[in-house]
């Protein structure tokens, strides 16, 4: 048993360092090197957007085709080579400078990190539970966490330096690239054999299912407008290159131990409602970040989203787990749908929005109120008690 555990903690390690990678860095960094693209390379905050978007259905591209029994048998080596990708394409976004090379590499890049996502997930959690730590779960997710705070770190060096845009994108290659060593080396096997997957039922039709789906994919676009647009809000702002890099930095400090802490709240008072909770709190720092002037506003609405995306994420997928249990590779297949899809049209409407107003404010607003139906919804459909 003490074997068993020790390799579920080396593999929960493993698990965060490749979501730092993956999700943190290779999917996240764009937020914090965006101003300075948009500044030097005079990108319109409708192109940012689909740069954005690009990423996002990359993302759904890959969390689609990585849901399948296709793979069975060669987790270990798929994940790799997604971590491997990322390496190798965020490099790439420092060496280019062309709106379509940037549509490309950031598509790629986004299916590079599903198949991270997905893949590492199942091998981690193989470990974690032969090993009875369903504990640890919430560390390797809190992997996102962590890879935002290093890029910020990053970021804040390098803006010392007064480096330009693509040194951002080299060094996260650097970063990764050591990241990844490390990753193929924890992660020395695949996930533990369960026999092979039985055919899934089809899902229930279910209106309680469908309206957990829905509040996913608003979920999906009111989360992601702050997540993508929030150090483009502090550049607009007026705010310093080292504050935007502690804004950032904020963000990953509060999601790194974010899925833990909620956690312990869904324990108390049941998914449904630590998912409406999580969303409501979200609002609040959506808002903020846009209507508080000065640092108050950038520094509330940071803390408040990386202390809540995380884990609004994964609560999502619990509940509709709950409601389709005979079926976790279809339901997590048409939840990853919901949720890339609200991903992916969310940066596009707000940057169409921001560059029709002037600013993010219009765009922000709308995303919190879409958290708000998302967090309203979801607890709509929560079990009645006797």
Same mark, same amino acid.
């Given at each position: +048993?003490?074997?068993?555990?020790s390799?579920?903690l @080396?593999?929960t390690?493993?698990?965060? /360092?490749?979501?730092? #990678?993956? %999700?943190?860095?290779?999917?996240?960094?764009?937020?914090?090197?965006?101003?300075g693209m %948009?500044?030097?390379l005079?990108?319109?905050?409708?192109q940012?957007?689909w740069?954005?978007?690009?990423? =996002?259905?990359?993302?759904l591209?890959g969390?689609?085709?990585?849901?399948?029994?296709?793979?069975?048998?060669?987790e270990r080596?798929? %994940?790799l080579?997604?971590?491997?990708a990322?390496?190798v394409?965020?490099?790439?976004?420092?060496?280019s400078?062309? +709106?379509a090379?940037?549509?490309?590499? @950031?598509f790629?890049?986004?299916?590079?990190?599903a198949?991270? +996502?997905v893949f %590492?997930?199942?091998m981690? $959690?193989?470990?974690?539970?032969?090993?009875?730590r369903?504990?640890?779960q919430a560390?390797?997710?809190?992997g996102?966490g962590?890879?935002?705070? &290093?890029?910020?770190?990053?970021?804040?060096?390098?803006?010392?330096?007064?480096a330009?845009?693509?040194a951002?994108?080299?060094?996260?290659?650097?970063?990764?690239a050591?990241?990844?060593?490390?990753?193929?080396?924890?992660?020395?096997?695949g996930?533990l054999?369960?026999?092979?997957?039985a055919?899934?039922?089809?899902?229930?039709?279910?209106?309680?299912?469908?309206?957990? /789906?829905l509040a =996913?994919?608003? $979920?999906? $676009?009111? =989360?992601?407008?702050?997540?993508?647009f929030?150090v483009?809000?502090?550049r607009?702002?007026?705010?310093?290159?080292?504050?935007?890099a502690?804004?950032? +930095? &904020?963000a990953?400090?509060a999601g790194?131990?974010?899925?833990w802490?909620?956690?312990?709240?869904?324990?108390?008072?049941?998914l449904?409602?630590a998912?409406?909770?999580?969303?409501?709190?979200? #609002?609040?720092? &959506?808002?903020?970040s846009?209507?508080?002037?000065? @640092?108050?506003g950038?520094?509330?609405?940071?803390f408040?989203l990386g202390?809540?995306?995380i884990?609004?994420?994964?609560?999502?997928?619990?509940?509709?787990?709950?409601?389709?249990?005979?079926?976790?590779?279809?339901i997590?297949?048409?939840?990853t749908?919901?949720?890339?899809?609200?991903?992916?049209i969310?940066?596009?409407?707000?940057?169409?929005?921001?560059?029709a107003s002037?600013?993010?404010f219009?765009?922000?607003? &709308?995303?919190?109120?879409?958290?708000?139906?998302?967090?309203?919804?979801?607890?709509?459909?929560?079990?009645?008690?006797?």
């Amino acid at each position: +048993m003490r074997s068993a555990t020790s390799k579920a903690l @080396r593999f929960t390690v493993a698990g965060m /360092i490749a979501m730092a #990678v993956a %999700m943190g860095i290779g999917r996240f960094v764009y937020t914090p090197i965006l101003p300075g693209m %948009m500044e030097e390379l005079h990108l319109s905050p409708a192109q940012a957007g689909w740069i954005a978007s690009a990423n =996002y259905l990359g993302y759904l591209v890959g969390a689609l085709a990585a849901a399948g029994g296709w793979a069975h048998g060669r987790e270990r080596g798929l %994940m790799l080579a997604g971590l491997g990708a990322s390496v190798v394409l965020a490099a790439l976004m420092g060496l280019s400078g062309t +709106m379509a090379a940037f549509l490309a590499i @950031r598509f790629l890049a986004g299916l590079a990190s599903a198949l991270v +996502m997905v893949f %590492m997930a199942g091998m981690v $959690f193989s470990h974690i539970h032969a090993a009875g730590r369903g504990d640890l779960q919430a560390w390797h997710f809190g992997g996102v966490g962590l890879g935002i705070a &290093v890029s910020a770190a990053m970021m804040a060096a390098l803006v010392t330096e007064h480096a330009g845009w693509q040194a951002g994108w080299l060094w996260s290659a650097a970063i990764s690239a050591c990241g990844f060593v490390a990753v193929a080396l924890l992660a020395n096997e695949g996930p533990l054999a369960s026999g092979e997957a039985a055919r899934e039922p089809p899902l229930p039709n279910d209106r309680a299912l469908t309206k957990i /789906i829905l509040a =996913y994919g608003l $979920f999906g $676009f009111g =989360y992601v407008v702050t997540a993508t647009f929030l150090v483009a809000i502090v550049r607009q702002g007026g705010g310093s290159r080292v504050f935007e890099a502690v804004v950032w +930095m &904020v963000a990953g400090l509060a999601g790194f131990p974010s899925t833990w802490l909620w956690q312990k709240i869904a324990a108390r008072i049941g998914l449904h409602a630590a998912y409406a909770l999580a969303c409501f709190i979200e #609002v609040a720092g &959506v808002t903020a970040s846009v209507a508080l002037g000065g @640092r108050t506003g950038p520094l509330l609405g940071a803390f408040l989203l990386g202390a809540t995306f995380i884990a609004i994420t994964a609560f999502g997928l619990q509940v509709a787990r709950q409601q389709a249990p005979a079926a976790p590779r279809r339901i997590f297949a048409v939840m990853t749908a919901s949720f890339g899809l609200g991903q992916i049209i969310g940066p596009i409407a707000a940057g169409l929005l921001a560059q029709a107003s002037g600013d993010f404010f219009v765009a922000s607003i &709308v995303a919190a109120a879409l958290l708000v139906v998302s967090g309203l919804v979801t607890w709509s459909v929560a079990p009645k008690s006797p």
